[in-house]
């Protein structure tokens, strides 16, 4: 559960309806707990079910590590592990095939290699702009992650970074320089997706441990084919996470 952010439109009434109780005053400054009318108390509930243990421990509070990944901890600790583990992203297939949230669709693009859906995020309402958030999902099933992504991925990237700034401007009038357009390393989910949020939204993820800027991402696979199967990544890992466990099992995960 969150709560929804406070909306322009509503805010005169919060403010003039609310009900107040000091709790602290020092000179010019006051602090007040605010209660607002019961129609502008809503808040955001995401529910899922059934729900699985990744599930519940994605959202429990946790130590976390920041993790180093070197190429050859992908090949024997990281891809043995999503490999063994049944991530299942039917729900990713079923909006590609639009059996579901069809009608949520801003953008779509139906080639099989560069093709890709624009859609809301869960995340965002789409009552204000200033956390707007959309997801990219490519077309093809065959790349995972940041990991997957060589300089032939170029033109598939390329085309999600021009047709959803261009949509997004269309829909919402947000020009391309407000937006962060990043891919996360590790992603929530192993099927390859592009974020595109406000620029003035803290977005969950978009610290630089875990979200790589697109245009980044583009320069660095002109620069160099291989450049994300080569490099080292890191990326935040929660203690109780399985993968955490696997790193921790080959005495990868850093003592602190």
């Given amino acids: 559960m969150e709560k929804t952010p406070i909306g322009h439109d509503s805010l005169a009434e919060m403010l003039k309806d609310s009900t107040l109780e000091l709790k602290m005053k020092n000179d010019i400054y006051s602090t007040y707990q605010l209660i607002p009318p019961a129609h502008l108390s809503d808040m955001k509930t995401t529910v899922i079910c059934p729900a699985t243990q990744k599930h519940v421990?994605?959202?429990?509070?946790?130590?976390?590590?920041?993790?180093?990944?070197?190429?050859?901890?992908?090949?024997?600790?990281?891809?043995?592990?999503?490999?063994?583990?049944?991530?299942?992203?039917?729900?990713?297939?079923?909006?590609?095939?639009?059996?579901?949230?069809?009608?949520?669709?801003?953008?779509?693009?139906p080639d099989p290699k560069t093709g890709f859906v624009l859609?809301?995020?869960?995340?965002?309402?789409?009552?204000?702009?200033?956390?707007?958030?959309?997801i990219a999902i490519v077309r093809?099933?065959?790349?995972?992650?940041?990991?997957?992504?060589?300089?032939?991925?170029?033109?598939?990237?390329?085309?999600?970074?021009?047709?959803?700034?261009?949509?997004?401007?269309?829909?919402?009038?947000?020009?391309?320089?407000?937006?962060?357009?990043?891919?996360?390393?590790?992603?929530?989910?192993?099927?390859?997706?592009?974020?595109?949020?406000?620029?003035?939204?803290?977005?969950?993820?978009?610290?630089?441990?875990?979200?790589h800027l697109l245009s980044d991402v583009i320069l660095n696979l002109k620069g160099s084919p291989m450049y994300y199967q080569k490099r080292p990544l890191f990326f935040p890992l929660q203690a109780d996470d399985n993968l955490a466990v696997k790193f921790r099992e080959a005495g990868k995960l850093p003592n602190c």
């Fill in 119 to 134: 859609l809301p995020d869960f995340k965002w309402d789409m009552k204000q702009l200033d956390d707007l958030y959309l």
């Fill in 57 to 109: 421990k994605k959202y429990q509070v946790q130590e976390t590590f920041l993790v180093e990944e070197t190429e050859e901890d992908y090949r024997s600790i990281t891809l043995p592990y999503i490999q063994s583990q049944s991530f299942s992203v039917q729900w990713v297939y079923n909006i590609l095939e639009k059996k579901a949230e069809a009608e949520r669709i801003i953008c779509e693009d």
């Fill in 140 to 211: 093809s099933r065959d790349i995972k992650s940041l990991r997957d992504l060589r300089s032939e991925h170029v033109p598939l990237l390329e085309n999600i970074l021009r047709k959803g700034q261009e949509a997004i401007l269309k829909k919402f009038s947000v020009p391309a320089c407000k937006l962060r357009i990043y891919l996360h390393y590790q992603p929530s989910y192993y099927h390859l997706h592009v974020h595109f949020t406000s620029l003035s939204h803290d977005a969950p993820g978009c610290g630089v441990e875990r979200a």
